[in-house]
């Protein structure tokens, strides 16, 4: 059987007036999603915490619903109010996820451990589990989870983070080979981003990064010779959402200037 899919090559991303949800969305990354969403003429929802949202709030014409996704709960009202409004989804764009302070992985209080795991790992299962239904109403819905170039590097002092986003990216397999084909399941990979790498001063005075290596000795191994900027991530996005990548699942999308070349 060939693909069902109507190409569209001069559209990277969901036909116009797909139906979107972006969990994070009042992020950094989050924002510079939505606002590509918009630009494209999609139907967009944005879920996140309210303080989130009250700092950045989401644009003009985006349909915001409050949720925790660390909380169980919380997660699936969010979903429960979305599938009222319109049933089924085509897309979900998951960038929930933060880590901790940089420390030994064997020096790492289980507490924070536990925290990083529930809020990068946990979190994209709750959100995942809740959104699947709708996912699949529509037919040939899309998950993209977000994960990090760390996952395959083994980076000193981020080893919760390492870990649970190496976990995401095993469980976003999953997710593609039990759901296929109504629904795919991909993963992008970011490296460094601009709005989340942490640059403090170190002890020369020099600019160090989260893990506290000197910036510019972290920017000489990126091809590219800098860090994304958010802009960057949305049309990876985007085509990971739309029918134009719509024979890919259980992959991953690396997004890191070069520094990684599986």
Do not use: W
Not at 83 to 100: F, K, P, Q, Y
Not at 193 to 204: A, C, I, L, R, S
Not at 225 to 242: H, N, Q, S, T, Y
Request: charged share 15%.
């Amino acid at each position: 059987m060939g693909s069902p899919i109507e190409f569209d090559f001069a559209r990277l991303g969901p036909p116009e007036g797909a139906r979107v949800v972006v969990a994070g969305g009042c992020g950094g990354i989050g924002s510079a999603v939505v606002r590509g969403c918009l630009d494209t003429d999609l139907d967009v929802t944005v879920i996140d915490l309210p303080a989130t949202a009250q700092a950045n709030p989401p644009p003009n014409g985006v349909t915001f619903v409050p949720f925790d996704a660390y909380e169980e709960g919380s997660v699936n009202a969010a979903f429960a109010r979305i599938a009222e409004d319109g049933g089924s989804i085509d897309a979900l764009a998951n960038l929930v996820g933060s880590g901790d302070p940089p420390a030994p992985l064997v020096e790492t209080e289980t507490a924070s451990f536990d925290s990083v795991i529930s809020r990068n790992l946990r979190s994209a299962f709750l959100i995942a589990k809740a959104a699947m239904p709708l996912l699949r109403k529509s037919g040939h819905g899309a998950l993209v989870n977000t994960a990090s170039g760390a996952a395959f590097r083994g980076l000193p002092g981020v080893g919760s983070y390492t870990a649970a986003k190496a976990g995401l990216i095993g469980m976003t397999k999953t997710l593609a080979v039990e759901n296929a084909p109504e629904v795919r399941a991909n993963v992008i990979a970011p490296g460094g981003v601009t709005n989340k790498v942490k640059v403090t001063k170190g002890k020369e005075g020099e600019a160090v990064g989260p893990n506290g290596l000197p910036v510019g000795h972290i920017l000489k191994t990126i091809p590219m010779g800098r860090f994304a900027d958010p802009e960057d991530i949305v049309g990876p996005m985007l085509f990971l959402m739309g029918p134009m990548s719509g024979y890919m699942t259980g992959q991953v999308l690396h997004l890191s200037g070069g520094m990684l070349t599986p």
